[in-house]
């Protein structure tokens, strides 16, 4: 049964009318923002309560010779299932559904911080900084030559929000987590974004979260991913079954186990462990 038809009432995101707005022009898959009227109609005018969304068609995606089985699109969405069964908030609400260019995945947008702005004096949740200078309050992660030519640390905030989505990632084995796919929204939320490639069975952690590595893992969090295992195997697997493989699942329930037995953010294991470009 598809998400629209299991009792979400009338909210417009899960059928409504997707009026496209833009393209994401830096996306290498077909990633386009669109908003949908509060009546579910296309939205007239931007002063209506409309909703904003990604839409990415399935039709839209670059085949990966790694990630044969399902779509990204059934990926995104079942690392939201992830994400809300283990009652966190990191990833905005990810269904798939119809759209203007057939079915894809439809995210919830994001309100976030600007911290470039002209009076700019804030650093982004992961930035570059001139080498070795790491700000109070903040990890480096490697060294870097930028595209001008000068040295830069690479950094991310030492910030509980973002380590929370740090061992998400563990969870879903993500593969691609850039500095731009973490949004701090305005309502203070930190938020993960495009987990195309994420929940494969081969360990291919790839991000720009190496701050904690080797680092004891909050209490807190292992609560949650102890109710989250032993949940697994139940309706949770039902509903992940629909968009990734059962050994994917099974691959799943081992990393929730090991960080359960062994509550340590694991170190780097493959040789490419951080995405390039890193944003
Ligand atoms: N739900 C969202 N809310 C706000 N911004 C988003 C959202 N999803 C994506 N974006 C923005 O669009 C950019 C591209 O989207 P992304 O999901 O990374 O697409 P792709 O899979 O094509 O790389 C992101 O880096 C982010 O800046
Ligand atoms: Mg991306």
Known sequence: MSEATTGRGCDPFYAGDLAVIGRVSTASNLTLVCEIGPDGTVRESASDAGVRVVYKPVRGERPLWDFPDGTLAGREVASYLVSRALGWTVIPETILREGPLGPGMVQRWVESVDNHTERGDRLD??????????????REVLRAVDGAGAEVSLVHA??????????????????????????????????????????????????????????????????????????????????????????????????????????????????????????
């Open 125 to 138: 949740l992961v930035d570059l900084v001139p080498a070795g200078a790491v700000p109070e309050g903040f």
């Open 158 to 279: 030492d910030d509980p929000r973002l380590q929370r989505m740090a061992v998400l990632d563990v969870l879903l084995n993500n593969a691609d987590r850039k500095g731009g796919h973490a949004l701090e929204g305005l309502d203070g939320t930190v938020y993960g974004v495009d987990h195309g490639i994420c929940l494969h069975t081969e360990p291919k952690l790839r991000t720009v979260l190496w701050g904690w590595a080797g680092e004891p893992v909050e209490q807190e969090l292992i609560t949650d991913i102890t109710a989250f295992v032993e949940a697994l195997p139940g309706t949770i697997g039902d509903s992940l079954a629909e968009h990734i493989t059962d050994e994917e699942i099974d691959a799943l329930l081992t990393r929730g186990r090991r960080l359960r037995d062994d509550p340590v953010m694991p170190l780097p294991r493959t040789s490419r462990p951080i995405p390039w470009p890193a944003f």
